[in-house]
């Protein structure tokens, strides 16, 4: 089946930026809707944003509107979500999913999560 990995996270300190990645391993993203979620320790998965399978965006999170981006290289079979302004509430794992060319359509495949860890 679809296999996902998501790399970039780390600690940084608020004010920062990070860059991450999700790739697809010997599968082509091109036919796939991407998003990306976050969870909290206690709290519920939200999802950040999601882009189709032809470059359309849909931003779900007030939160991080006007600091977190997501975009797609199809050459690349890769995804990003580039998070800027990063504070200390942005702390979470965060997660890729795929789903049939539309955002709105069942995530049936999910990255293992890397962790974002925002702190002075």
């Known amino acids: 089946q679809l296999q996902l990995v998501e790399s970039g996270g780390g600690l940084v300190q608020p004010g920062g930026s990070l860059r991450l990645s999700c790739a697809a391993s010997?599968?082509?993203?091109?036919?796939?809707?991407i998003g990306w979620f976050r969870q909290a320790p206690g709290k519920e998965r939200e999802g950040i944003s999601c882009?189709?399978?032809?470059?359309?965006?849909?931003n779900n999170l007030d939160s991080v509107k006007g600091r977190f981006t997501i975009s797609r290289d199809n050459a690349k079979n890769t995804v990003y979500l580039q998070m800027n302004s990063l504070k200390p509430e942005d702390t979470a794992v965060y997660y890729c999913a795929a789903a049939p060319y539309a955002c709105q359509g069942q995530y049936n495949y999910w990255g293992q999560g890397t962790q974002v860890t925002v702190s002075s």
């Open positions: 882009i189709t399978s032809s470059g359309s965006v849909t």
């Open positions: 010997g599968v082509t993203l091109r036919y796939y809707a």
